[in-house]
């Protein structure tokens, strides 16, 4: 079995390993442009951070770039405690402080979505601006695919071995296959259980999401959701719902499946990249 806290190159992505909070976290830094203000990109569930490989350069243009795997998700330690969506947000905030990081733009598809916007609720200052999309935020609003998670228990997948099952839910799913060593980080980072606890994640959104959802108003921070026309998992509305409760909200429907950035690298980078240079102080 590959070691968890093995660093892997792929491309411009270099990632190493930081100690948060008492646990190893996995990132990568691209300080090429040193000026502006430094942008945070989250792993997408069930991916790594290798899932901006097509769309990084556009990033490491602007300004710094730090990608993180959320604990429990890519190749980042996990602990039972983080495994919901305002607890992650808490532990997004330590993030921040181990890199010294006051402000960010926050590029967080999927389970960073939810993350991000309940940090931002709780230190809105610390957010220049989000990029969000790809994340449930409302439990009538999922798909049945992701429903089915998140009313599942941990017993229902006992004996299933996680990286196979995301092999082939991104090579069913994704509408522009990644590279191979790609793939081959994503099995890794959902090896034996390690899928199963992570969608623990996910359960947590029925106590979650209407928390979630009395915050929304209250968060005075630019947020911009890109969605998958096509997605099976997280439909479009769920974009349309945060538009129309968070007081700084444009939702844009792009032509792809789940996995956006993988999909349509080419236009979520410039909506994506367009919405930072605006926002950018």
Not at 131 to 156: F, K, N
Not at 174 to 195: K, N, T
């Amino acid at each position: 079995m590959t070691d968890l806290n093995e660093n892997a190159v792929i491309g411009p992505i270099a990632t190493d390993y930081i100690l948060i909070n008492g646990l190893s976290i996995r990132y990568a830094l691209d300080r090429r442009v040193s000026t502006g203000t430094p942008i945070l990109l989250t792993t997408p569930f069930p991916e790594s951070v290798f899932a901006f490989l097509q769309v990084w350069e556009d990033f490491a243009a602007l300004g710094p770039v730090i990608a993180v795997d959320l604990p429990g998700f890519g190749r980042s330690e996990s602990r039972q405690d983080l495994m919901s969506p305002s607890a992650m947000g808490a532990f997004l905030l330590k993030i921040l402080d181990a890199f010294e990081l006051d402000r960010v733009h926050a590029v967080v598809p999927d389970v960073g979505t939810l993350a991000a916007l309940f940090a931002a609720s709780t230190n809105p200052d610390r957010f220049a601006s989000i990029v969000a999309g790809s994340g449930g935020t409302a439990m009538d609003l999922l798909g049945e695919p992701l429903l089915q998670i998140a009313r599942s228990s941990r017993s229902d997948f006992d004996g299933v071995d996680g990286g196979e099952q995301v092999v082939g839910l991104v090579r069913q799913l994704a509408r522009v296959s990644p590279p191979d060593v790609v793939i081959e980080d994503y099995r890794l980072s959902a090896l034996g259980d390690r899928w199963n606890k992570a969608a623990d994640f996910v359960r947590a959104y029925a106590q979650d999401l209407p928390r979630l959802a009395e915050l929304l108003p209250q968060i005075d921070v630019p947020v911009l959701v890109l969605s998958g026309r096509g997605d099976p998992f997280v439909p479009p509305s769920n974009g349309e719902f945060l538009q129309a409760h968070l007081p700084r909200c444009e939702a844009h429907v792009i032509e792809a499946g789940h996995f956006v950035w993988e999909d349509a690298p080419e236009e979520y980078a410039r909506k994506a990249t367009d919405w930072l240079k605006r926002h950018e102080i």
